[in-house]
């Protein structure tokens, strides 16, 4: 969805009392996405919970405490704004109503002093036709909340917030740091679907370069479509399939519970030279996807499969690159990760899955040169070091994508086509939309969701769900 400008209403106090501060911090009237509870959907008997869970004592208590030093003697400006944005979607397979959805979000900022700024940004979300997430169809929460301060020529971020690294457009190399919400799989803006986390994030100057350190102690992960949700995953190549004779038992889910020594980091270089923006990146962290360990043993009802989800740690190594030569741009990210496990199909395989490196990368091209047109292209591939026969995905994996954008009249009107398609299986996704930006508060848009391929491939197990969406964006 294409944003529109937000007017802000600024109010200035001289003190901002203390008490009002801390009730922003109170979590009652929001449902804090911390620790969602989520079991892999296997022959489609299992569903996901979300489980309610504060931030971490130790980031309230310091929030609280800095608050409380600067509020005390320290001059606040507060601004505020408010999006609404109501989505119906139309399902061209059923011909029925899909979703109708609203989403309301409101944001202020409080100017603590001159070098220190908080941001709370809520979310409250309600789908009256209960396709898309039919557990959660209304939801509430505190979606982000930071302080920005400087300290010498250093800036950090402190609270809960959405940290993104790289640019891609429908893919992801290197944007991994935040989880993922998926209840639409990837037809969300990440924006929207990026769950934020509680994180301490520090960019240090050091000469003509920027480093970026990063704190997580927040063992939040992927939240699934599951059961009988509309973007539940069922492709075999993602979801193991046990043979009918097979009995299946599901553990519960083994995650990580302490927050120091279960806590993520991670760093970022970046700097400029002869033209090229330049990144190395690197991320200590818990997949967040579970991985699906398989024990097999015999009962006197027959064989029997159990399943014990567990998070595992890996490595992320990498980097990003782009330049530009004249109305052309050229862009990159690459990834390595270190430790990727992959389910198997082989029943002589002692716990189900195949533990490998994986090599990702995306180069894109973007060109600018035709008066209000642009046009974009991408190649992700990624590599298995370790592939064994029977594992659900290929050894490579590579997807193309092309973005075509138009404006017209003044800018005021946009139309766009983003088109995915896997070359290994032969499916894709295609997202034709046009925006009209009626006046600098208001945005109407209608596209369409068009999937096709193989049922097997991360698209086309989608080919179903093809629908038109409309939709209108107010911003106060």
């Not at 020529?153 to 935040?178: C, E, H, M, P, Y």
Request: aromatic content about 10%; glycine content about 6%.
């Amino acid at each position: 969805m294409t944003c529109s400008p937000k007017e802000h209403y600024v109010v200035a106090y001289k003190k901002l009392p203390v008490p009002l501060l801390i009730t922003l911090l109170k979590p009652s009237p929001w449902r804090w996405p911390g620790s969602s509870l989520m079991q892999i959907p296997l022959n489609s008997d299992l569903h996901r919970r979300n489980k309610n869970s504060a931030p971490p004592n130790s980031f309230l208590k310091l929030l609280i405490s800095v608050i409380f030093l600067i509020s005390t003697s320290a001059t606040a400006e507060i601004s505020t704004s408010l999006s609404i944005d109501s989505e119906w979607g139309y399902s061209t397979e059923t011909n029925n109503t899909e979703k109708f959805e609203t989403t309301i979000k409101p944001e202020i900022e409080i100017n603590l002093s001159r070098e220190i700024k908080l941001t709370a940004i809520g979310r409250l979300r309600s789908d009256t036709e209960k396709h898309i997430d039919r557990e959660n169809s209304t939801t509430r929460e505190l979606r982000e909340f930071y302080i920005e301060t400087e300290i010498g020529r250093s800036f950090l971020t402190l609270g809960k917030q959405q940290i993104v690294w790289g640019n891609a457009d429908g893919l992801k190399v290197l944007d991994v740091v935040n989880p993922q919400e998926w209840r639409e799989f990837i037809l969300d803006d990440f924006e929207n679907s990026r769950i934020p986390l509680w994180a301490i994030n520090s960019e240090i100057p050091i000469a003509d370069s920027t480093l970026q350190l990063l704190w997580l102690p927040d063992q939040t992960y992927h939240q699934y479509a599951t059961g009988n949700d509309l973007y539940a995953f069922t492709s075999a190549r993602l979801v193991p399939q046990m043979p009918a004779a097979v009995n299946t038992s599901i553990q519960a889910v083994q995650r990580p519970d302490k927050t120091i020594q279960d806590a993520d980091w991670g760093a970022r270089l970046a700097t400029f030279w002869n033209g090229w923006d330049l990144t190395l990146n690197y991320l200590y962290h818990y997949d967040d996807r579970p991985v699906l360990f398989r024990q097999l043993s015999m009962t006197p009802s027959g064989p029997l499969a159990t399943i014990t989800p567990r998070y595992q740690r890996n490595q992320l190594i990498g980097g990003s690159f782009s330049n530009s030569f004249g109305d052309i741009t050229l862009r990159g990210e690459i990834g390595y990760i270190t430790d990727r496990y992959i389910s198997t199909n082989m029943i002589t395989d002692n716990d189900g899955v195949v533990k490998t490196g994986e090599l990702s990368y995306v180069i894109g091209l973007d060109w600018f040169g035709f008066g209000d047109t642009f046009i974009s292209t991408q190649l992700f591939q990624s590599h298995l070091k370790n592939y064994q026969p029977g594992m659900l995905r290929n050894e490579r994996d590579t997807t193309t994508t092309v973005l075509l954008r138009r404006d017209f009249n003044n800018e005021t009107l946009t139309a766009e086509l983003l088109w995915l398609h896997n070359i290994d299986l032969d499916d894709g996704l295609a997202r034709p939309k046009v925006i009209y930006q009626m006046n600098d508060n208001t945005t109407l848009s209608l596209g369409a969701d068009i999937f096709y391929g193989d049922q097997q491939g991360l698209f086309g197990q989608f080919k179903q769900r093809d629908r038109v969406i409309s939709a209108i964006e107010i911003a106060f």
